[in-house]
């Protein structure tokens, strides 16, 4: 008889493919809210916005398609305490300095998902059309080898919360030793290695042919698909 496989209580990932002890947790001023869409929940094997969650201690994860209804999304949205934000793509983004002179505290919105599930909790959760949007310039290309980014500035949900908190902290908004950032790239590190390994193993079931292996971003070609696809949000 086939025994289920053991699981991490925390990430919720087989215990041989957890990388919770890779991950520092600490506390932010800033609180996040990953709204994850639930076919991103399914993939919690290669998702990296759990990872993001447990590794921010001032954060909520909320698993739906559409926010608008959700009760714990609007409990948020509600709260005066917070000054809310959206971290999404977008030709006309606000300039967070303005934040740091703010009584209020802030609160981010980070959508979970693949390009496609992102558009489309966009699309449905008409909550968020208006929240102000902020985004960061990217450091460098996404290390998620094993998934196609649509272009150089779209990272995974990991990568997109450390360059976010980086611009808070040099914003003098937060406050973070650079410690507690790069912990968030050990554990994805580990996560993306993990997965590259199992595919150049042959006696793994996940097992890829050279020829069908993951290149490196930098050889990727964007599929013709993400060519025509937009990533802005146009409302």
Known sequence: MHRPRKLCLKCLRPLKACFCK???????????CFLMHPLEAKRSQIG??????????????????????NKIFNDILNDDHYEHFLLYPTKTPVKL??????????????LDGTWPCAKSMMRDTTKLHNLPKIMFQAPNR???????????????????????????????????????LNSLDIAFKKMVKFHKDLASDPTSNNYERLSSRPKPQSLKTPALKWKKRKIFFDQ
């Open 22 to 32: 890779y991950l520092m947790s600490f506390n932010t001023r800033t609180k996040f």
């Open 142 to 180: 996404s290390q998620f080898e094993i998934k196609q980014q649509p272009a150089n500035y779209c990272l995974s949900t990991i990568e997109s919360t450390k360059a976010i908190l980086a611009n808070l902290n040099e914003l003098n908004i937060e406050d973070l030793h650079q410690t507690k």
């Open 48 to 69: 990296t916005g759990r990872l993001a969650h447990l590794a921010l201690d001032n954060s909520l994860l909320i698993i739906d398609k559409d926010f608008d209804s």
């Open 97 to 110: 300095e303005a934040t740091a002179k703010s009584a209020s505290q802030m609160c981010i919105f980070i």
